[in-house]
């Protein structure tokens, strides 16, 4: 086992991928990424629902007194007239009655009844954990409630991931890339991951937009879709097609470290499994690990893969789980949450006040720390590394066993000295 411990078992390592390059098209790279996007997708959308719910709820329900019907008024921004009342009638042009109780009584403006009821809506609403979510939202919104989204996740995740997989296996690996030439085989996982994933999060940003704004987007109405997307067009006549953009600043700071912990971790805990695996096996086996890879079994790229995806995703998704609160926040304001709309057209703010989702990225999150403290900037954590954590394991294997795959086809198809179509 010398050569995998020495210098010549790092070279090999590089070389790997290289030998992957020649014998795999970037077509079926993207086939392997794409079957891998539609199972992850499908699996981790209902941990993704809460924990942009999460991280956008605010940190607690202002207080409101109630003394007559204009007290519906002062319920939290969140609720509305409608969640505390059967039915809301208008009489005429100004006159308001509520129907309330088991018994069907019409009365006019009940403090108790409605203070008892904001209460009850707050709590049904609040989540405070991420088992507490999935209960919540399930149970008073609907099961199906917890893949809203998925269309434009599945619409985000198969160009992302084809530009991110493919994008890092060129960068990472192709004699044509300047990168393992200019940073070594140590630092290359890095740099290729962090550069994929910027060119990947600036093609979708305005979808991850909209899916955020739909999931965080409560109730069990079917319009959520077409108000979302009336949202954003509202806001793109308001203030350009530019803020379509906003938090990819938030949504790079996250994803970019996240890629290069994510890649450097993944390639050195695949690389550290395949050896323990052999050593088990073997006493005094010679082979480079690029051999090992090549010839092991699907069971050994699958779990090699899955394990080191899995634990490599879930140490860098908590620690960029701040710049994961800061994008959420930016995305979502003045769509949800802390404001309401008035008359279907852009929120009202005050003149001249610049709400703190308007800060430069380090200073939102330093209110937010200010605010909240530390519990605050890691909101949402544990649904974030249970969604992440399968989401890498599960993409990363798929895409690692599609490539296997593709190469033994090749193997078998293209005569001695040929190239993959």
Known sequence: MASLSSNGGQESLASAPQE????????????????????????????????????SQPKQSRGFAAHSTSAFKELPPNLGVTACC????????????????????????????????????TQRRTFTSTFDGLRKIARNEGLLTLWRGLSPTLVMAIPANVIYFTGYDWLRSDPKSPIPRFFGDVWAPLIAGSAAR???????????????????????????????????????????????WRGLTLTLWRDVPFSGLYWWGYEEARKSLTIMRTK?????????????????????TFVDSFIAGASSGAFASFVTTPFDVGKTRQQIFKHGGNETLTSGAVPTTAKGVVHPEQFPMLKFLLHIFREEGLSGLFRGWVARCLKVAPACAIMISSYEIGKKMARGVNERHIPEGGEAA
């Not at 509520?98 to 203070?115: E, K």
């Not at 073997?282 to 079994?297: A, G, H, I, W």
């Open 20 to 55: 992957e390059n020649e014998n795999i098209s970037a077509t079926q790279r993207m086939i392997s990424a794409t079957w891998g996007s539609l199972l992850t997708s499908l699996l981790v959308t209902p941990l993704d629902v809460v924990r942009v719910r999460l991280q």
């Open 86 to 121: 059967r039915e809301v009638f208008w009489v005429g042009d100004s006159a308001q009655m509520c129907m309330v109780g088991p018994g069907g009584s019409t009365i006019q403006g009940s403090s108790a009844i409605i203070h008892a009821c904001a209460v009850e809506e």
């Open 198 to 244: 910027v060119a990947a999060a600036s093609v979708i940003s305005p979808i991850e937009m909209f899916k955020t704004r739909l999931q965080a987007t409560s109730g069990t109405g079917a319009d959520h879709f077409r108000a979302t997307l009336k949202g954003l067009h509202q806001m793109t006549q308001t203030t350009g097609y530019g803020s379509l």
């Open 280 to 300: 088990a096996q073997s006493s005094s086996d010679d082979r480079s690990y690029k051999d090992l890879q090549l010839q092991e079994s699907n069971t050994s």
